[in-house]
C-alpha cells in the first residue's frame, strides 16, 4: 500500500475515505498526503479535502433499483424455501446439521452457493445461545429448533429467522409464547 496509494492520490482534489473505521489506515493516510504535499515544487498536489464516505454508502443502501430488488426478491424467496425444507424434513433424533444441510440443499438446488452468514441451527437450550452455530446437537420432541439462515444472490443477503416444534406441534405453554411474540410484532408492524 505504501508504494502505490499515495501515487493514487496524487492531483486528486477529494478522498471518499470512511474515517475513523481504522485509526492505523487514518494515520497512514495523513503520512500520505503530507508526503505528497511535500512535493508540490514538482507541480503533484495533494487532496485538499477528506469525505466521510458513509453518507454516500448510506444513500446506495436507501434507494433500490429495480435491479437490486429483484436479487433480493430472489435471495429472500429461495431463503423462505429453504426454511419451508428444514421445518418439513425436522424431526426428534435428528441433529442440528441435518437441519442445515437441508437449507444448504435449498441454496445451492436453487443455484446460489453463497450463505448470507453462518447459519444458527438451534434445538432447545442451544436457541438461548447468541449466535450458536455449533449446529451439531441431537433434536429431541418437546423442544423448539431456532433456525436463523438466509442465502446471498450477487452480494444481496436474505436474513430470516423462525422457531417451531420440532415434532411439528406446539405444547400449549410453547403455543401461548409463540402467539405472544406474533401479536406483539403485529402491533409493532401496525
Given at each position: 500500500m505504501d508504494d502505490i496509494l499515495p501515487g493514487m492520490l496524487e492531483n486528486k482534489s477529494k478522498v471518499f475515505y470512511p474515517m475513523g473505521k481504522d485509526s492505523e489506515l487514518d494515520h497512514k493516510l495523513l503520512e500520505w498526503i503530507n508526503h505528497i504535499r511535500k512535493q508540490s515544487r514538482s507541480g503533484v498536489s495533494a487532496p485538499g479535502e477528506l469525505v466521510s464516505l458513509e453518507h454516500v454508502v448510506h444513500e446506495m443502501r436507501l434507494f433500490?433499483?429495480?435491479?437490486?430488488?429483484?436479487?433480493?426478491?430472489?435471495?429472500?424467496?429461495?431463503?423462505?424455501?429453504?426454511?419451508?425444507?428444514?421445518?418439513?424434513f425436522c424431526k426428534p433424533g435428528l441433529h442440528e446439521y441435518q437441519i442445515e444441510a437441508e437449507l444448504l440443499h435449498e441454496f445451492v438446488n436453487s443455484g446460489l452457493r453463497a450463505v448470507a452468514y453462518p447459519s444458527i441451527v438451534a434445538g432447545g437450550k442451544n436457541a438461548c445461545v447468541l449466535h450458536y452455530t455449533d449446529n451439531t446437537d441431537k433434536l429431541h420432541k418437546g423442544d423448539l429448533l431456532l433456525i436463523d439462515a438466509g442465502v446471498e444472490c450477487d452480494h444481496y443477503a436474505a436474513d430470516i429467522t423462525r422457531t417451531f416444534p420440532v415434532s411439528g406441534k406446539f405444547s400449549e405453554p410453547q403455543a401461548l409464547l409463540y402467539q405472544l411474540v406474533l401479536d406483539a410484532q403485529s402491533a409493532a408492524l401496525a
Open positions: 433500490k433499483s429495480p435491479e437490486e430488488l429483484k436479487l433480493m426478491r430472489r435471495a429472500a424467496e429461495i431463503s423462505a424455501r429453504a426454511h419451508v425444507r428444514a421445518m418439513q
